[in-house]
């Protein structure tokens, strides 16, 4: 559901202060028909930075209620929460829907079970939490099954500017109507965006130029992707990217849009992708939205990690990819939101593992395919614990430009301190490395005591030789049955 601050005037204090002291009022939009400040800066608004933090908290799923996450869990979310300019309880839940997590534990976990794993990973412990086997009996791409998971993902927000031509103008009049205190992707809510979405594919748009043309393609592909229909929005993005590159505009939507759409893709472009992402940052360096841009590429991508259907090394461009964010709170969040999401994606290959050492599944327990899986989580836990150091060290160095700058920031601190407790949780995760591996060799230990076992022998039929004394009382019949005929017509009286 969407999230209220306490009082206007808190909310606009806040507001204020990150807009004068961390990120700075963008130039007004000037013709930029296709970024992300064109689509969420109202017409009169002097910054737009203040919807767009209100759009993260608002647009993302919220998987803990006040109090239902542990303390470690919830006194990071109130420190992300508080990067966004919330505080108290709106903070802590607004950080743990940043941070999500839980979006993340595919095989059709739900919220409830998303929340147990991102507390069991942000705890760390070695009991199975999730029978995580599940998630991972299925190798093959279901498209249907990923879209219904990624409708519980982080989404953007709907759009603040109605500028554009009619169709998008008339579109808007019908999203004026979306109820704001219930989540974006209610039944209520959903109906009226796919009512908009109508409206906008059918009022017509004669002569549009390139910018209308690209604006309208980038529109529907947003509520196209909100309403669940990836592929369609893909091709609307494409559309779109493709008239903004010809056309030499700032295309910063529709290429975060396309790089989203893309990991929906049976065997996706992850390095293009990830290039797409890069380059919607790129474009718009100062943009307040960028943390839930990572949190809602990360989510798709390391469920499909986390599903099989996607190898570990996936996720390295993107990892590396933070080592060229600007060093400001926005970044903090990032690195927070990246680092919670790998070691969520850890968690999962730990509980797969563990799943199929406890397994008493005779089918399981002797195929080939247990041991297989079994080797290739222990290399898939290895690989993400190795982006896991990478976005850690990334952290790190940038929290040390902070603290050794004169006037150092509060926020920086905190990062340092939070951050701190993620070093120590992966020290935990690397020293169960060598629990995981005895874990892999004990399954296949034991797979091959059962190829080395001999199969019993069938069980002998007894053959019962047939009884004699039935083939006696059988002509003692007979005879009897004969004699007693020859009597019956002895007795018959002669023809005179």
């Not at 759009?55 to 990067?83: C, Q, R």
């Not at 700032?250 to 996706?268: I, K, N, Y």
């Not at 690195?335 to 999962?348: F, Q, S």
Request: charged letters at 15%.
């Amino acid at each position: 559901m969407f999230i209220e601050h306490k009082s206007p005037k808190n909310y606009l204090w806040a507001t204020l202060a990150l807009a004068m002291l961390l990120l700075p009022a963008v130039a007004a939009a000037a013709g930029s028909e296709l970024t992300f400040e064109s689509f969420y800066k109202e017409d009169n608004a002097i910054f737009w930075v203040g919807a767009a933090l209100a759009a993260v908290a608002a647009g993302a799923l919220l998987f803990f209620t006040v109090g239902a996450a542990t303390p470690v869990v919830a006194s990071i979310g109130t420190w992300v929460g508080g990067l966004m300019g919330y505080s108290g309880a709106v903070a802590t839940n607004a950080g743990l829907a940043l941070l999500g997590g839980g979006s993340i534990a595919a095989g059709g976990l739900g919220m409830a079970g998303g929340a147990a794993l991102l507390t069991a990973a942000l705890t760390f412990g070695t009991e199975v939490v999730v029978d995580a086997s599940i998630s991972k009996a299925q190798t093959a791409y279901d498209y249907a099954a990923f879209t219904k998971l990624t409708q519980n993902m982080a989404t953007l927000p709907l759009p603040k500017n109605d500028s554009g031509p009619p169709s998008i103008q008339a579109a808007y009049k019908v999203l004026k109507s979306i109820n704001e205190k219930a989540d974006l992707r209610s039944a209520e809510n959903l109906v009226i965006i796919s009512k908009a979405l109508d409206v906008a594919l059918d009022t017509p748009d004669p002569g549009l130029n390139d910018g209308d043309n690209a604006r309208k393609k980038t529109f529907i592909a947003l509520l196209q992707l909100t309403l669940g229909r990836p592929r369609e929005a893909q091709l609307a993005a494409s559309a779109a990217y493709g008239i903004g590159e010809r056309a030499q505009l700032p295309a910063s939507m529709p290429a975060f849009l396309l790089a989203v759409t893309m990991l929906h893709d049976e065997q996706p472009d992850v390095t293009r992708a990830t290039n797409l992402l890069k380059q919607a940052i790129t474009v718009e360096p100062s943009n307040p939205l960028t943390p839930l841009l990572f949190s809602m590429f990360s989510d798709r991508l390391l469920a499909r990690v986390a599903d099989g259907t996607l190898p570990a090394s996936a996720g390295s461009d993107m990892v590396c990819l933070l080592r060229t964010l600007p060093n400001d709170e926005r970044s903090a969040a990032i690195h927070t939101a990246v680092a919670t999401r790998v070691i969520v994606a850890v968690k999962l290959e730990q509980q797969h593992l563990l799943a199929l050492r406890d397994t008493h599944n005779d089918t399981m327990l002797s195929s080939p395919v247990t041991v297989e899986k079994a080797q290739g989580a222990v290399a898939a836990y290895q690989l993400l614990l190795a982006q896991l150091d990478l976005v850690l060290q990334s952290g790190e160095r940038q929290i040390d430009e902070k603290l050794g700058e004169r006037f150092s920031p509060g926020w920086g601190k905190q990062w340092a301190s939070h951050w701190m407790k993620f070093y120590a949780l992966a020290g935990q995760y690397h020293g169960n490395t060598s629990v995981l591996i005895a874990a892999r060799d004990r399954i296949q230990a034991r797979y091959q005591a059962r190829l080395a076992k001999p199969a019993s022998a069938p069980k002998a039929v007894a053959v019962v030789p047939p009884d004699p004394t039935r083939w006696y009382l059988f002509v003692a019949l007979a005879l009897i049955a004969g004699a007693m005929g020859g009597w019956l017509l002895g007795r018959r009286p002669r023809a005179a």
